[in-house]
């Protein structure tokens, strides 16, 4: 049996083998492939790494081996030995998943210096500066990453290293100043590991390897990947590549391009860039780098070649690229591309020039845009008409407005973030130890960095509004202080951030709701001429209606009735109604509610008509209308303790007496849905009459209303269903008269028993209507709240659960009932209308679920109903 195979020279890689090369070994050897220079190299692959996972991080046998040996033919093409005395080999050590993570795993440049080459890379380059450089960096990262050294040991001593030499920026150490520091890094690292730690290349490389596939598993790894909805089981890629140098002097670089801007989309050059500098002092943030136009006249042939190569790349991959280069004495290499992260609204203007362009079609467009990212586009911006002035100004790095309380650390955000407060992180640079406080704050500011920094990357990503390098700010983390001009800002202080222009305000501004543009509409009709799903909205009020329609909603899915009760104007009268002891003092007091609720619907429905509405019938927990009974025992022992009225002391009395009778241990699976219309039948017969006046008021008075869809929520027995129906079906026929209004009659499926007889239930229902938070809760048989606020997040970190189940479908589970519900409704009445109005509805991958299980539509919140139609789209495409 033939040994399993984990490593690919360069030269055998292209970038079909993206998910066995990563993102990066696949983009390098595709470039190599085409022509364009980069540095020799091999990969590990992701097999090699997922099964080190399995392993317990014990390597698959022979790995060791084949890396040797892969090696061995690089230093043979190269012409050079790793860590050699003459022509010394120095290489990188990256990793490269499938999906892009920036910044999330690690990478240790300069490997294979040593006491023994660095002489050597000092004579070849004739830079002694250069080689001594080489070797610090190799220290620290090798010693942070690999050895566990923490980085603030050799932080410190550079730091206290340049004040003693009296300069601010790493460049100004002398060659006799990094030699020195060397030799400290090396008896710091001792101190810590106790001993001396490995100086074979060799071996080095063998735990870089394996560091590299540790940082797959690194907490900020994880945050991420859970972020972005990125399965733990892919591994990573490590490429293994020949190092060259951007830190040789005046003329060598480092950079990071784009060939489109990708905050806005525009077809304009974008990038940065550091003379005298390797990669990591770009993405980090640590130095505050130059704009690409600079490059022109500093390196004007490596720039024409680089120019040249970014229009390749992307004719090439026909997308927009994000580039890495390296300039080594005038020569350009490219380290990297990829398909550049971007906001939302560069996603669709890149999309749409580029169909314009000719380099894709329409549906390869779609294929492009992330449904989930669109959310971007629905939030607010500042109010232009704000007339204050910024206290200081940095880099635009991501779009959009955020406002929130200064916080100086991760773990501070994402604390209050995670309780839902609005707070802004405020780094010296962002790193990607800071990934779980970026998730939750409302934006970021940096002190340092450009518009290719970890933080810039991330938030775009992310959406999140991110000022970056605004030097004009003091920060002081032990103090807490947030220093700007003359005015100081403590934690808590609220500042306002605004992406697109890099302007932060010391206070908070006003937001105005997002504009939506012609890119965005464009699209998102080509998106309709794709899709099968209808796509509704959840909607209660005209307001609500109204933006639903403005974006593109085609009716509304879910309209829910309890809201309008529990109104102060109306919660006094439906109190009375459920505690009345005859059916005429029920009447009554719903008599009072009957034409609040008809000017309700009345809103709604002008403001969707000519389109479908499915309006739920009453389904609140009982115990939600009536006064709480703990406090109702306390009235009634005040006015017994201070002998209050007789009257009011009786009442109250008797109040206490209904409350206990109907009091609920467990209200959520108790008097509720149509279980409560089985009690009072009044309610469901009110609320009918409601919403048949109220269509036909509207169609006389606008020429038209909505198609009316009545819908009986919690049936779990066909005979709740067909009594209720009943009733709905008597009020239609004594309201409609010849009007010639049609009225269709269905139910909600939000239990697991209804799903499982959905066949039976079908006889009496004209329309299927999935209620998926309702349907999880008992399916799975948790409560949201108490889940969410109890063992869920630690499910989902301990991988016992992959995804929140009421922020996306439980597939093998809930979505088995719906896929049932459907199968057996239709088997029963072939063409049952069939759709789901949880908040599923507006998730990506549950609605790619929903359109593989047949459902006519999803219904989702307002501001859900673009990505919904985006995500129905791409679900025929996929």
Known sequence: MSEQRYIYDLAEGDASMKNLLGGKGAGVAEMARIGVPVPDAFTVTTTASVETMKNGGTWPEGLDSQIDAALARL???????????????????????????????DTILNLGISDESVVAVAEESGNPRFAWDCYRRFIQMYGEVVEGVPGHVYEDALTELKRERGVEQDTELTAEDLQGLVATFKELSEDHLGGAWTSDPREQLHRAVDAVFRSWQNPRAEVYRRAHNISSELGTAVNVMQMVFGNRGDTSATGVCFTRNPSTGEKALYGEFLINAQGEDVVAGIRTPRPMAEMEEILPEAYRQLIDTMHRMETHYKDMQDMEFTVEDGKLYLLQTRNGKRTAAAALKVASDLVDEGLIDQKEALRRIEPGQLDQLLHPAIDPAHGKAPVAKGLPASPGAAVGEVVFDADTAAERGGRGEPVVLVRYETTPDDIHGVIVAQGILTAHGGMTSHAAVVAR??????????????????????????????????????????????????????????????????????????????????????????????GIGLCRTEHMFMSPDRLPAVRRMILADTPEARADALEEILPMQQADFEGIFTAMKGLPVTVRLLDPPLHEFLPNLVEQSLLVQRLELTGGDEGELKAARATLAQVKRLHEQNPMLGTRGCRLAMLYPEIPEMQTRAIIRAALAVKEREGETVGVEIMIPLVALEQELQTQRSIVERVVAEEVGDSGLEVLIGTMIELPRAALTADRIARHADFFSFGTNDLTQTGIGISRDDAENGFLAQYIIDHVLERNPFESIDVDGVGQLVEIGVEKGRSAKPGLKTGVCGEHGGDPDSVAFFHGAGLDYVSCSPFRVPIARFAAAKAVLD
């Open 461 to 554: 990503g992310m959406g999140k509004p991110c000022v970056a390098g605004a030097s004009g700010i003091r920060i002081d983390t032990a103090a807490k202080t947030l220093t700007i001009g003359d005015k100081v800002f403590a934690e808590g202080d609220v500042i306002t951030l605004d992406g697109s222009t890099g302007e932060v305000y010391g206070e908070a501004l006003e937001l105005i709701p997002p504009q939506i543009n012609e890119d965005f509409e464009r699209v998102v009709e080509w998106a309709d001429e794709v899709r099968r799903l209808g796509v509704r909205a959840n909607a209660d009020t005209f307001e609500d209606a109204t933006k639903a329609r403005e974006l593109g909603a085609e």
């Open 75 to 105: 230093e043979e093409r190269t012409g050079r030995t790793l860590g050699g005395a003459t022509r010394p080999l120095l290489v990188s050590v990256r990793s490269g998943a499938v999906v892009s993570m920036p910044g999330m795993m």
